[in-house]
């Protein structure tokens, strides 16, 4: 059997389609001159005084809670919660200031809950960012008793004249991706449906690791890394690979005129998504749901890409050159 997102209960164009509701709705209302590009980005920014901005982006776990809950291990869902609305602020060129969580849950399990906010507290210390505050909602009868949810909110800032919102991207532009750890927090409910009893213990492929533990590796912080990359003033786009995969994300990030000539070889998948792969999931749905090995893309011109390779490889990255900037 092939398996899809959509089968697995997640229809992507369904949630497409939403955001396109979304925007009409708010179009039938006087529009507020001070919010800066529209519906649809990493990120929403908002022009303080005509010099500075902020940004501002809302973003969760997803279903890899049940992962984590059949496996007991939660210390990792703090830095995935800090890491899926930070990587999409800084995509702007936003400096992160402060973050702020909300803990829905059907009963109090202060020992699990613990070691999440010590993953939010240490991800947010990591990249320079005060944990403002937040709320926690015990919900019974809207949860079952060990089912909660996670959503994170955060908030940044940066110069308008140094906004990045891919309006320099040109045909020709290089795309280099930053590893992955994994999944990150996004396809879960396809993983769900792939897996079989016992797999979440299993060693993969006579290897020292294990399923479960691949699966539940926190997303990686980007925001260091961004940050540096962007000070340089040649990075023309960011890109997050978050749901959408690759190809979805880095259309997000460039002019509507232009498309990303990925190259999926240029790298090698890490074994979680080879595993994923064999139990019925085809190359194409691989694409459009994970992003197979690459967690964040900057787009900058063929001049300079040899520049930020050189300074990503000098704090510790290993950065690849996926593919390049066409017209349609």
């Not at 980005?41 to 890899?64: Q, R």
Request: hydrophobic share 40%; charged share 25%; with cysteine.
């Amino acid at each position: 059997m092939s398996w899809s997102y959509k089968k697995a209960g997640v229809d992507i164009e369904k949630g497409n389609s939403w955001i396109n509701v979304i925007d009409r709705i708010m179009k039938k209302h006087k529009a507020d001159p001070s919010i800066i590009g529209g519906i649809g980005s990493f990120a929403g920014l908002y022009d303080l005084d005509g010099i500075n901005f902020l940004a501002a982006c809302c973003d969760g776990v997803g279903t890899k809670l049940e992962i984590a809950k059949k496996t007991g291990s939660f210390s990792g869902l703090g830095q995935d919660l800090v890491a899926m609305s930070l990587n999409d602020l800084v995509t702007c060129n936003a400096r992160p200031l402060f973050f702020l969580d909300y803990i829905a849950c059907g009963k109090l399990d202060p020992e699990v809950l613990a070691k999440i906010m010590e993953g939010i507290t240490d991800a947010c210390e990591n990249c320079n960012c005060s944990l403002l505050g937040g709320e926690t909602a015990e919900m019974p009868d809207v949860y079952p008793e060990d089912g909660f949810d996670l959503a994170g909110f955060a908030v940044g800032t940066g110069t308008i004249e140094n906004i990045i919102n891919g309006s320099g991207v040109k045909p020709g532009n290089i795309m280099i991706g930053l590893p992955s750890s994994g999944l990150h927090s996004n396809g879960f409910s396809l993983v769900r449906k792939i897996l079989e009893y016992g797999d979440l213990d299993k060693h993969f492929e006579g290897s020292e690791a294990v399923i479960g533990d691949m699966l539940l590796a926190p997303t990686r912080l980007y925001v260091k890394q961004a940050l540096k990359c962007a000070s340089s003033g040649f990075v023309r786009a960011m890109a997050h690979i978050t749901g959408g995969g690759l190809l979805e994300n880095i259309t997000r990030a460039i002019p509507k005129d232009l498309e990303a000539d990925i190259d999926f070889l240029s790298w090698e998948k890490p074994e979680i998504f080879r595993f994923i792969e064999k139990r019925g999931i085809e190359e194409k749905e691989m694409r459009r749901v994970f992003n197979l090995g690459i967690g964040f893309v900057f787009i900058v011109s063929s001049q300079h890409a040899d520049q930020i390779m050189t300074e990503l490889k000098e704090i510790g990255e290993t950065p690849a050159e996926i593919g390049v900037i066409r017209e349609k």
